[in-house]
Nanobody, 121 residues
Framework: QVQLVESGGGLVQAGGSLTLSCATSGSIISINDMGWYRQAPGKQRELVATISSGGTTNYADSVKGRCAISRDNAKTTVYLHMSSLKPEDTAVYYC???????????????WGQGTQVTVSS
């Protein structure tokens, strides 16, 4: 059973910073791209940032210059450091990983349960 577990969300004032973490576990053979998405109330889920297994990063225009995505050396945990937070960053943040699990036997997208980030003005 593959699991993605996010942590690090919370309430922060505008202009503040947060770092989200997402740890993978389970019977995983390989992990390719990992990323963070967010969904605000009444809105569709949107891309925040992604990072490939080789370290190539991609950011949504709305967070460029304010967010940094990274992975640990084992490439099984992904982080999102967010700074200069704005009220419009308030959303549930979801971790995503493209991985090959031993049980399923193919590349598939897996999601975490989400972590709430609330930015007060």
């Amino acid at each position: 059973q593959v699991q993605l577990v996010e942590s690090g969300g919370g309430l922060v004032q505008a202009g503040g910073s947060l770092t989200l973490s997402c740890a993978t576990s389970g019977s995983i053979i390989s992990i390719n791209d990992m990323g963070w998405y967010r969904q605000a109330p009444g809105k569709q889920r949107e891309l925040v940032a992604t990072i490939s297994s080789g370290g190539t990063t991609n950011y949504a225009d709305s967070v460029k210059g304010r967010c940094a995505i990274s992975r640990d050396n084992a490439k099984t945990t992904v982080y999102l450091h967010m700074s200069s937070l704005k009220p419009e960053d308030t959303a549930v943040y979801y971790c995503n990983a493209q991985l090959w699990s031993r049980r399923v036997g193919r590349w598939d997208a897996y999601w975490g349960q989400g972590t709430q980030v609330t930015v007060s003005s």
